[in-house]
């Protein structure tokens, strides 16, 4: 199986479980692989157990349903009650979904430049600039934040350059012409 | 000097600007004064690009004719809600990064991109 990494906003991957366990990875880390539905933490993985301090339950196998009978229920002969792994719980368990998976807030989109280089300057590279400020939300929801800063940077050169080559260069070349 | 001075300087610059421009566009007919700059892409091209128009209608709009601001560039008045919308979520980036990232979902940048794109094609095909 390959596994992706998220350490600390960086992303890695993918690796073997071998590589995974030599990687020398903190218990802040993320993992996801084929079969999960969103990232979780590093300590989590049952097959990484011994590795890591386990914190908080480790994640279910897709068809397990696991049963909570204390031992003494089975030889009193009560019937088996069935709990689900979802039905326990976990405090420690991570929430996702709108919850972003780093803590530093996300870097700047840079949407309002592209959209006013957009309306207002003559060439359409706001428009590669609208693009790249999707791409920002799209990294970061991620948690890919490196990724995420650089595509905010990349907008704003392409909004800089809308406005270079649509408005600042003309008049500029009047004045130098006319002078 | 500090962030927060550098920020404010930043921010008294940008507003005289935008108030020296607006003086301008306010008492400046760009069809028919040769102050304004021409559109490189329609000059080069032949066609108009998203932004052709935006300079009279900004005129218009300053010397309160909407209509006219919307019969010269349409995507312009669409886009002012957008660009105070994006401009509030820009200074609550830090202080609310959930209402950042609901105000620059995907969903709302793609529909802004298909916006421009098909207001880009349509106004070359009909010559809006």
Request: net charge neutral; aromatic share 12%.
């Amino acid at each position: 199986m390959q596994y992706w990494i998220n350490h600390k906003g960086v992303q890695s991957g993918p690796v073997d479980l071998d590589a995974l366990k030599e990687m020398g990875l903190t218990s802040a880390a993320y993992v996801w692989h084929e079969g999960l539905s969103d990232w979780v933490k590093i300590t989590q993985l049952p097959e990484l157990q011994g590795l890591y301090e386990m914190v908080g339950e480790p994640i279910p196998e897709p068809q397990a349903v696991t049963t909570g009978t204390p031992i003494e229920e089975i030889t009193q002969g009560t019937p088996i009650e069935e709990t689900t792994q979802a039905q326990i719980g976990s405090p420690l368990q991570p929430q996702y979904g709108e919850e972003p998976l780093i803590d530093e807030p996300c870097p700047s989109t840079n949407l309002v430049w592209a959209i006013v280089a957009t309306v207002l300057c003559c060439v359409p590279f706001g428009i590669v600039a609208i693009v790249y400020a999707n791409k920002v939300t799209k990294l970061y929801k991620a948690g890919d934040l490196y990724g995420a800063k650089s595509a905010s940077e990349t907008s704003m050169w392409w909004t800089i350059a809308a406005i270079v080559v649509g408005v600042v260069w003309r008049p500029l070349l009047y004045t130098l012409i006319c002078a | 000097m500090t962030r927060t001075m550098r920020r404010g300087l930043l921010l008294l610059v940008a507003i005289v600007v935008v108030l020296v421009m607006g003086v301008v566009y306010y008492a400046l007919d760009p069809s028919s004064s040769g102050f304004f700059p021409k559109c490189a892409f329609l000059e080069f091209t032949g066609y108009k690009c998203p932004g052709c128009g935006s300079q009279r209608a900004i005129h218009a709009l300053l010397n309160g004719d909407v209509v006219a601001a919307f019969k010269y560039n349409a995507l312009l008045l669409i886009s002012i809600p957008w660009i105070a919308i994006c401009l509030y979520a820009e200074s609550q980036r830090v202080r609310n990064p959930k209402l950042y990232l609901r105000l620059n979902s995907q969903l709302l940048i793609w529909l802004f991109l298909i916006m421009v794109l098909l207001w880009w094609v349509l106004r070359n095909i009909f010559n809006w």
